[in-house]
């Protein structure tokens, strides 16, 4: 299970990051790191990409970022 | 003691505000993560040998754009002597993160805990002390936003100048910290001993600029294996997750969970990011800025600017605020309307009655005597005679012209349109009473033929009357008609009238016997090139003011989450959205906010179309055009701004199927930070220093270019000598030489003449100038030159019905060409010097501007005369050209990289 495949609403806890590129260094440093906790708050009106709710803060990415966050339901 | 103090922390934490505070400057701040993408050096308030300098807000050490690479490299240098790590308590935890890596540079860092206002009125405890043990570095609770705890950070940052000491920085696991001691052994012996971990932990992470600075280095492969056993993931994952893990140790797992209580936030979110809702607001919040400021508000204001103050004058008065009908312009329109209307009325009969067959003599003599400013063929004709309405001569010529008009049964027609522009009555002028049955009968049947087509208007005889009285149908008084209508006299006499700066300064020059091309430089280069200009600072004022908000309340960064899913279609981010919206005010800070995009491709193509939204200096085109033409209707000015996100679009989606932009994918990923009320002085204050840069140059540059301008139009070669050729010989001055040159360029968009190609011209120094240049051109201070200005273009186009068609063209070409100097300039700084990024941009904005003019020209006045030509068919292809670049297929198959997030993307939209 990916985050992109949280509902909106939904929230779990991150196990592990796939290799998605120079762009994972980054998801790293925004806080999503191994056991931290997130909430998908929205999507945007035409469904990408989300806002999710990491470490007390909103954070928007795109889903097909969001397909290389592997999470499990929390 | 001189010492350098480096502002470091996240994006958006308030850097800049602080960086504002200990220096007293005004850098601009905003409400979004990348307000500063550059570095700014300032000296300390109160101790000129602190300097500080303000860094482009980052989130980690890690280089992903290229304002972060800015921020590493300064602190790398090794310039500061302490780095104030400036930490948001509202998103603790992320903010300390980069705490952590910058305590490995060997500088010391003093903690600025900012927004801790806030987090009092939330009631939510933050212990600065325990962060402060734990960390070993000292805490100072700041709010920046309102000033407190800025001296005690400035003593705490000059003891740690005084006696500088590394912190100790954050310990990692055994198996790490043996592996990052083992990496520092085998770094190069030129790197200091404090900078080796930060080194060596880079150099683990696999950062490709690190690798490249330190060399030769032993291969990583074994150790990755090693790590990758024991923790199960990469290293630089495992350095990221002890980081996190420590600061969650230090603050308890439930700190983030008690700061999240931004209610209000969450609230505007609901509505503003709704599904449905969004894009409609989003588009309603677009609208209604350009709308308000260049419409409605702004409008009133520019022309008060422009009537008033840079025109004949204007009422000082209160009580028209309250009750406009009740003040003194209402009281001198009531006295003067009348007075205009009959003089009009009667300069139109006897320019009928000419045409009809009157002697000529008769009407130029009736013109002369009767008419308060009567034609200057009429009084050419009659050479030195003095008009006297009361001598016989006079009274004899008025009594023939009245017969022979009669007896032709000339009725002139004469219409007048409301302000409102809704209402139009059409007035049937005779003479004689035998013609009023005659005059009736055709008020009668254009009264019915208004009714047939539903029109707003109405038409009504009118008695000729040069002289006379008319007995009033109600109270039976005997009320002035015609001619006799008295002079209204001087605006002073019905309030306290503020005089024009063209009425004050043209009689003083007179006074002073200035000589006369001195006066014709003053009033009519000066005064109306750089009056009109000025005179459009309140609407950019207003535009200014309306930008803040938005740029203050935080909305900016939603509406790159609501585009990023469109704007990713044409190769580009959300975040393209903030360059846009920023150009709109000046396209130089614009350019250089694409810095925050992180791929490059997307990045030089967001530098090579921004500038294709209408900044402020463009904004006198739109108003000039959007009133002068469409008489004022509300769609143009957003229409405006329309094409320009529309040209942005479309070439995006044109150039990311060329080979240059194929392939890479643009990230996004963005913070959304919560709402702030921008405060009104810093609303005003922002408004104020952009309006103010305005001003100077208008004062500056737009002041030499308009001399410059009224220099080279007021003196030629006329039958080869070199001489003042002024107005009526405008067409041979140097101007219209150089103009002429090149206007040729500019047939098929439909603006052919000289003083259009000048202005593209002098456009190009700064875009202010191209109604600076049109003012000086075709009037002088005070005149309606933008009714010469259509004329002209009637003239080029051979047909009055192709005004609003050229006009419009003119609009789109100097709205959507190359930039400014200033903004090339800034263009060039981002490309990385003259190269052929640069001339891309600025071929691209060219033909780009180019070709829609051209298209918008030729097929308007193919629906317009329904004319079909040469250029028509160019047009036709230019068209299919623009069809075929947005629909084909890439020239090329886009690289795997690119496929592979595609794909679920569009399984999303599906």
Request: proline letters at 5%; hydrophobic letters at 45%; one cysteine or more.
């Amino acid at each position: 299970m990916t985050l992109n495949d949280v509902a909106v609403g939904g929230s779990c806890r991150v196990v592990k990051l796939h290799d998605g590129g120079e762009i994972r260094r980054r998801i790293m440093d925004m806080g999503i790191t191994k056991g931290t906790f997130i909430t998908v708050d929205k999507a945007a009106p035409l469904g990408d990409p989300i806002d999710v709710t990491v470490r007390g803060y909103h954070l928007s990415l795109r889903r097909a970022d969001a397909a290389n966050i592997e999470v499990e339901p929390a | 003691m001189s010492a350098t103090f480096a502002l470091v922390g996240n994006p958006n934490s308030g850097k800049t505000t602080l960086f504002n505070q200990l220096t007293g400057n005004r850098q601009f701040t905003g409400n979004w993560p990348g307000v500063t993408v550059e570095r700014k050096t300032g000296t300390c308030k109160g101790d000129h040998s602190i300097e500080v300098v303000d860094l482009p807000g980052i989130y980690s050490l890690s280089p992903y754009s290229n304002e972060e690479i800015v921020a590493r490299d300064y602190l790398a240098g090794g310039e500061a002597d302490v780095i104030i790590d400036i930490v948001d308590a509202t998103n603790i935890e992320r903010n300390l993160y980069l705490t952590t890596q910058l305590m490995e540079f060997g500088v010391p860092v003093v903690i600025a805990l900012n927004q801790m206002d806030i987090i009092r009125k939330r009631e939510v405890k933050i212990d600065s002390k325990l962060i402060s043990e734990t960390l070993g570095v000292p805490v100072v609770e700041i709010s920046a936003l309102h000033g407190d705890g800025i001296d005690e950070l400035l003593e705490t940052c000059k003891k740690a100048a005084e006696h500088p000491q590394a912190p100790d920085p954050v310990r990692f696991s055994e198996e790490m910290e043996s592996l990052i001691e083992h990496l520092q052994d085998d770094l190069p012996a030129g790197i200091k001993p404090e900078m080796r971990r930060f080194y060596a932990i880079k150099y683990l992470e696999r950062d490709a600029r690190v690798i490249g600075q330190l060399g030769n280095m032993p291969d990583l492969a074994d150790h990755e294996r090693a790590v990758e056993a024991r923790f199960g993931d990469k290293a630089d994952a495992v350095i990221t997750n002890e980081r996190y893990n420590a600061i969650e140790a230090m603050l308890g797992r439930e700190s983030q969970k008690q700061v999240n209580r931004a209610v209000n936030t969450e609230r505007i979110d609901k509505v503003v990011l709704n599904r449905v809702l969004a894009l409609p607001i989003f588009a309603l919040i677009i609208v209604a800025i350009y709308y308000i400021a260049i419409s409605t508000v702004g409008t009133y204001a520019t022309d008060w600017a422009n009537d008033g103050v840079f025109g004949d004058g204007w009422y000082l008065d209160p009580i028209a605020i309250v009750d406009p009908d009740a003040g003194a312009q209402a009281r001198y329109d009531e006295a003067a309307g009348p007075y205009e209307e009959a003089q009009t009325l009667a300069a139109t009969y006897l320019e009928a009655a000419a045409e009809d067959g009157v002697d000529q003599e008769l009407v130029d003599s009736v013109a002369v005597n009767f008419l308060a400013e009567p034609p200057e063929e009429a009084e050419y004709a009659l050479g030195d005679e003095e008009p006297d309405p009361e001598s016989p001569a006079a009274q004899r010529a008025l009594a023939d012209f009245e017969a022979q008009a009669a007896a032709r049964h000339i009725v002139a027609e004469y219409s007048v349109v409301d302000e409102e522009e809704t209402f139009e009555t059409d007035y049937f002028v005779y003479a004689g009473e035998e013609n009023e049955a005659l005059a009736q009968a055709m008020a009668d049947e254009r009264n019915e033929q208004i009714e047939a087509e539903g029109r707003s208007g109405a038409a009504e005889a009118v008695a000729y009357s040069f002289d006379g009285e008319a007995l009033d149908d109600e109270t039976g008084e005997a009320v002035p008609q015609g001619l006799a209508v008295p002079d209204p006299g001087e605006p002073q006499q019905y309030g306290l009238w503020i005089p024009g700066i063209p009425a004050l300064v043209g009689p003083a020059l007179e006074a002073v016997d200035c000589v006369p091309w001195l006066y014709d430089l003053i009033m009519d280069g000066i005064i109306a090139g750089v009056g009109a200009v000025l005179g459009f600072v309140p609407q950019i004022m207003i535009l200014f003011f309306l930008l803040a908000i938005l740029e203050g309340c935080g909305y900016m960064a939603r509406v790159t989450f609501i585009l990023d899913r469109i704007f990713r279609r044409f190769g580009l981010s959300g975040k393209t959205f903030i360059p846009m919206i920023v150009g709109t005010g000046c396209g130089v800070p614009g350019i250089m906010a694409s810095r925050t995009i992180e791929s490059e491709s997307s990045r030089h193509l967001t530098v090579m179309t921004t500038t294709f939204m209408p900044c402020s200096a463009k904004l006198p085109i739109i108003a000039l055009i959007s009133t002068a033409v469409f008489g004022g209707v509300w769609w143009v000015a957003p229409l405006a701004y329309f094409m320009g996100i529309a040209s942005i679009v479309m070439s995006g989606i044109i150039l990311k199927k060329t080979k240059p932009f194929l392939g890479e994918t643009t990230p996004y990923i963005m913070e959304l930070p919560e709402y702030r009320l921008p405060r009104f002085v810093d609303l005003l204050r922002s408004m104020w220093d952009r309006a103010w840069a305005f001003i100077k140059k208008a004062g500056t540059i737009i002041l030499l270019a308009t001399v410059a301008v009224w220099f080279l139009s007021g003196y030629g070669i006329y039958e080869g000598r070199f001489m003042w050729v002024g107005e009526e010989l405008m067409d041979y001055s140097f101007l219209a030489y150089f103009g002429n040159a090149f206007a040729w360029i500019f047939a098929p968009l439909g603006f052919a003449n000289w003083q259009s190609a000048s202005s593209v011209v002098t456009g190009l120094i700064a875009k202010e100038n191209v109604i600076g240049t049109m003012a000086v051109l075709f009037g002088g201070a005070g005149e309606t030159w933008s009714a010469a200005f259509l004329q002209s273009l009637g003239a080029t186009t051979g047909s009055a019905a192709l005004i609003p068609v050229a006009a419009f063209s003119f609009m789109t070409f100097q709205l959507l060409c190359c930039p400014c100097f200033a903004a090339m300039g800034a263009i060039k700084r981002e490309m990385g010097g003259f190269n052929k990024w640069f001339w891309a941009a600025i071929g691209w904005e060219c033909a780009w501007a180019y070709a829609l003019a051209l298209i918008i020209f030729q097929l308007g006045a193919l629906l317009v005369t329904g004319a079909f030509s040469l250029w028509t068919l160019v047009a036709l292809v230019l068209l299919g050209l623009l069809v075929w670049g947005l629909f084909r297929r890439p020239s090329a198959p886009a690289a795997p990289g690119a496929a592979v997030p595609a794909a679920p993307v569009g399984k999303e939209a599906a």
